[in-house]
């Protein structure tokens, strides 16, 4: 039960001790608290099976949680849903179409069966139609299209009846760098006005970076850390990260040989990737190359990079998000 | 009205998918004409006959009913009437001549406006028992039909049994000084027009007809109708009073005619009861034709001979039989209309059923599509509500439906099926049979697994449920319930497409109203609604609900 102090009206979405189980070993969302202040884009991150469309899934009600409340505008969802299915709009992980109707057609069911009145139906839908640059299309049954304006129009269908909640689940999985680029865009543009409120799950570190205001980060079932990108980035330390990869993964004794001949605080590995971190950290540049050669590795490639996400992914878990 | 949307969606994808379009539609259309090169008249093919092998041992009977003595032989005016049994749709297909000279001529028997050309059976007659059942054995006949030595000597017992009964109803009725009641005796001719004459020969009808007659005069006519007649049980005193009036009445008739009653020679109304054997596969769809069309020709043959014993009764009795009790033994409007129809006709209903049942699988596996490709999910995020979403789905395969009866039926009439009733009729028990099918279809894919599963699964409900119905052949039921709102309820009565079945045999085929089918109907209704019902909980409660 939510604490009584709570303002549940203030959030656009929020969650309280929010868990779901589908075995009784472990639970795919744990615990969940989460409170989404209107206008607000926020991005769940984690990587595959941490727990993010489990999540959204609650979010929405077509999930029961096992223990735990979701509330939207301050209205629990399991007793408000069909009030709340109008403020919601949702682009699900795959895209999900019938294949023998048209652009136009998938627009106008949607926009009906969220009871959107025939002018403004007819009128969002044009504009919808040409913001996603699917005007060409408009008249041609959507099994013809291409993957990436498949999700452009899946997208489209999650806007066109006016939410102000809006989910996107993975949406830019499977997209081409332009199709990419549009669909960052148009969630940019969503955000603008602040009057919408858009909840983002992804396990691409940079989509989150750039488009979330605040970032969750998920990982069997429990958040780990919630903050803006800029301070989770900061937490994890100063500097800039050399990543050197190698041939193979290196040794314990090449580690620590690194360690104290470089004075290297802050280093760890993934896979056969040797990651430090630290203020000028090119002056050790040279000192560490001269002690993997010296021994048996070979080295393959060297990168100097910021901080990202990632690497607050790796510090908290130990492992990089692609293992997940 | 958020399912009129949904319902042109489906449409469309419908339209859209040739594929789903074809077995639909064009398919059962398709399978009429198959049918109708099977079993009905298209092109250069006639009407398949029935192959009847006759072993005829039946003996006669010598009798004198004032015209001299003659030799009856039922058994052989049977054979001839199913020789020249025709399919002739307009016409009676047994005419009582009264031009005849004999008690029982032929032509009382024959049938009219005949032609071989579509006769229903080939006919031969055989001499021996055991190269008949051979010759059906083998596949070269459909049935063998033994008549038994003594089967005119039953038959005439039977309709003397009724003629004697009527005489005696008609004294009672006279002595007592009441008019004619509108009801008559049970032992009334048409009620010995027992179905179970084929197989019980002459023992079911006469035990029936025959209380009416010497010794079982009291107990024939009914201690409660008598005793309504006299308005108290009638006592000794009584009955020798009517026996007497009777007595005065045939010697007064004797006087009229000329013709002495001690030398006639009347067939006796007591005879060993017999049993006609038809013998058959019963797994061949020809056998079950064969026996059902024998069945009523037997009844009615015998309401024939019960008939043309009463007439000649009369000559002796002149009897003043009223309007209501001429009604009573009339067999004018006696409906047997096997008679008149083909193969065919039979089987066009029953096309109409199974394409309905095929649609339990596009339904079922179309709302599975729905839920493993994620349409259902995306649509249970708008406002649509479970109505809304049975609703859009139900109309267009009701109006699919009826389109593929439309096209199946033209295709039929094209191919020669000769249908009595009413098309609008048969449009709404198709549409009652679609509702049927979309009900079971939402029970599948709630359970369901996936789309194939739902596929097997229906395919494995429906056809059985096709043959259960009567769809193809007839089907030997099993009584649950005897009296179910006035009629018997079988096992395969359960199923609602069992009553879409007879319904639209009835109303198609046979032209008959709405209240001759009405209880198929009803039953079919309210099947319907217990199906839909739980379709509706079981597909809200498994699929519209958030998953658990």
Redesign the interface.
Known sequence: MHRPSDDLTSFSVATRNLSKGYDKRSLAVDSLDLSIKPGEVFGLLGPNGAGKTTTIRMLLGLLKPTSGQVFIHGEEITTGRQKLKGRLGVCPQETVLWPELTVSEHLNLIGRMYDVPGRTLRADAERLITEFSLGEKRNQPVKRLSGGLKRRLNLALALVHGPDVIMLDEPSAGLDPQSRALLWERITGLARDRQRTIILTTHSMEEADRLSDRVGILDHGKMLVLDAPENLKRSIGEGDVLEIELDRVPSQEVLEAIRQRSQVEHMSTSANTILVRGLNIMERFPGIVGTLTSSTVVIQNTRLRPNTLEDVFLKLTGRSLRDG | M?FL??SF?VA??MS??LFTLFFAILFPAFFVFIFSVAFGKTGPLRNQRLDLAVVNGDEGLRVNFGNGPETLRLGAILVDVLESLSYSPSSGWIRPDSSSSGFMSLDSLRLSAQKPESAVFSVVDTLKESMALEKVSSGDFDAALIIPPGFTRAAMAMAMEDAMGEIFVGAMDKFSGESPRPDGPAGSPSGSTGAGAPSGGGAGPSAGAGAGGGAGFGAAAGSDTKAGAFGRKPTTSDIQKMIDDVSQRLEKSEKRSGVSLDSLSLPSRKAPPVALTLAGDPSNLGFSLTSGVIKNVLDEFLKRVSRRSLEEAKEFVPLDLGPARKELVSLENSSVAVETRTVFDYQVPGIIVFALLMIVSLVSVTLMLDLT???L????????SAL?YFLGNTLPWVLLSVLQLVLLFGAAKLLGYHNMGSMFAGVGLVILGSLSSISLALILASLAKNEKQASAIATMIAVPLSFLSGAFFPVRDVVIVKDFFGQPLGLTGLSPWTHTTKALVGVLTFGKGFSEVQWHVMMQIGLTILLFLAGIVLFSRRRLS???
């Open positions: 958020r949307p949904l969606t469309k994808r859209r998918d490709q994620g349409h999910e995306r649509l249970k995020l708008t406002r649509m809304d958030a998953q658990r």
